[in-house]
């Protein structure tokens, strides 16, 4: 070997050595901040995963998967995923589109003869594509229908599917972007009815095996032998064991589990698509193209939503089920990638990532600051108080009326009071279906999928609205007749007491000016 050749492989090394080094106190600096964060958090258990390039650069398991039992949360740990699912579900379809399967642009009916929604037309022009990106036109609240339907909630993902006849569409195919749940369950019926195989049975064989994701389960039957850390719901301010998913909506993130270790091994394959891979070049193109617009200068793509980070390019995705909550996140340009499973309903993993990009990235990570979800708990519990007392008050307003009749108050003031009340009421009759609406939840309203802090407060309400504007149109109907009333009396007292009215007259007339008693003459 020459000087020259000696020189250079030594500087490479030298520099190998150096980035080393620097890699490990960014990794440091991630640990640091995450214990930090987990900390200052109120999450049961959580796992994280860095990946650079096609390595597992960090992973580590934080608190405990169940407060009973106490056990660690380890990488193995697997987590109710939510929404990080819709990526796999999209990439199933994407390698079914690239073998010659399924046509993107295709109508659906094409693979789903049976599949309609309300509006029969529109039912013939959502295609694949449109699903896929939520732009089909589904309401974010579509799932709700099957909500209400015990049947269907245990059914199959067909059966839920089916549901979808009576929901109309918030606009015609491809026209915007709106999440919707159900658009990633009608794509389980196309995996199904395109390849004669269960959804879940498709993504193991296609997905699951070629990237060694042993510790993933993809329905509640999949996830039975594996160490799945309890989800923990926000309860009235407090967090408690959440209940089991709807099997209806698994290709959209409501069954499957999977570990941080899994996760970190599916992120690297998009990281490097490359030919024979399970992510493909071609796959990776389709996903990463806009849709539309999802809102803070951000677009979704195929199962992806498509932004920026510290002037990167981003693709990531939050995931929540009723006790979970998930994201994961790619630095395409930078080879890295992150991952955070937590076992607790929370607004705090989205942040925690970023923060952790932050730390790769040799930015110092702003704080992770309150979680809204617990927040929002502790709101509604408020809420639903407050509406407890106000009924409670009507209730006792209500019961001394019955016991004796009370002054009516005269003037506007009856008027008025009842004009608020009624409008009040109209507000909230407007406002709280709009809002549960707007996540999703049941509309019109059922027993089945409304967490208890959010039927509570919707139902309270509701119903204080509708009783204290009932009560004051009432009262306003009480005092409008003991008015009439008074107003019918003069003709008749006029007749009963004018003797009096006489004898007054007479005495005042009688009166010395000086207050002295009456001088009485008699005639």
């Known amino acids: 070997m020459s000087g020259r050749a000696l020189a250079t492989a030594v500087t490479w090394l030298l520099l190998a050595l150096s980035a080393g080094a620097h890699g490990q106190d960014r990794l440091d600096a991630v640990d640091a901040y995450l214990e930090a964060a987990f900390a200052g958090s109120s999450l049961p258990g959580m796992a994280v995963a860095v990946v650079s390039g096609g390595d597992v650069a960090y992973a580590r398991g934080f608190g405990v998967a169940d407060r009973e039992s106490r056990a660690a949360v380890t990488v193995d740990t697997a987590f109710e995923l939510g929404s990080l699912t819709k990526s796999m579900t999209a990439l199933a379809v994407l390698r079914l589109a690239e073998a010659g399967r399924v046509d993107l642009d295709a109508p659906v009916r094409r693979y789903l003869p049976w599949f309609r929604v309300a509006d029969a037309d529109a039912s013939a022009a959502i295609t694949p594509r449109h699903l896929l990106g939520h732009t089909s036109g589904l309401p974010r609240w579509s799932h709700g229908v099957v909500w209400r339907d015990p049947e ?49 049975a498709f993504l193991a064989a296609e997905l699951l095996a070629p990237l060694g994701m042993e510790r993933t389960g993809l329905t509640v039957a999949g996830r039975s032998s594996l160490s799945v850390a309890t989800p923990h719901a926000w309860r009235l301010g407090a967090q408690v064991p959440a209940g089991a998913p709807a099997p209806f909506v698994g290709p959209a993130g409501s069954t499957p589990v999977s570990s941080a270790r899994d996760m970190a091994a599916y992120l690297a394959a998009w990281l490097e698509p490359g030919p024979g891979g399970v992510v493909t070049p071609w796959a990776y193109e389709r996903a990463t193209e806009p849709q539309g617009e999802y809102g803070r200068g951000e677009a979704y793509g195929l199962g992806w939503v498509l932004g920026s980070h510290a002037g990167e390019r981003l693709m990531h995705h939050t995931g929540g089920t009723e006790g979970s909550a998930s994201f994961m996140a790619l630095l395409p340009e930078r080879g890295l990638g992150v991952v955070v499973l937590a076992n607790g309903e929370s607004s705090l993993p989205p942040r925690i990532g970023r923060g952790v990009l932050d730390a790769l990235l040799g930015r110092v990570p702003p704080p992770v600051g309150p979680d809204e979800t617990r927040g929002l708990s502790v709101a509604l519990t408020v ?65 089945r999928g409304y967490p ?43 007749i009963v007491d004018a003797p009096r009215a006489a004898a007054v007259d007479l005495r005042l007339r009688l009166k010395p000016a000086d207050g002295g008693a009456p001088r009485w003459r008699n005639r």
């Not at 059914?155 to 709106?178: D, I, N, Q």
């Not at 108080?385 to 209500?398: M, Q």
């Open 152 to 200: 269907r909630v245990s059914g199959s993902v067909a059966e839920g599917v089916r549901a979808l006849a009576s929901v109309p569409l918030a606009f015609a195919p491809g026209e915007a972007v709106s999440y919707a749940n159900m658009g990633y369950a009608v794509l389980g019926a196309v995996i199904e009815a395109v390849t004669g195989a269960p959804w879940d």
């Open 383 to 447: 809420v639903s108080g407050a509406c407890a007392a106000l009924l409670a008050l009507l209730v006792a307003r209500v019961a001394r009326r019955a016991r004796g009749p009370r002054r009516q108050p005269r003037g506007r003031a009856p008027l008025l009071r009842a004009l608020a009340l009624v409008v009040l009421a109209a507000g909230a009759w407007a406002w709280v279906p709009a809002q549960l609406r707007s996540m999703g939840m049941p509309v019109p309203f059922g027993v």
């Open 452 to 494: 208890l802090d959010f039927a509570l407060a919707a139902a309270g309400l509701l119903l204080t609205t509708t009783a204290w504007a009932a009560h004051g149109l009432v009262a306003l109907a009480r005092g409008t007749a003991a008015a009439a009333g008074r107003a019918a009396r003069p003709e008749r007292s006029g």
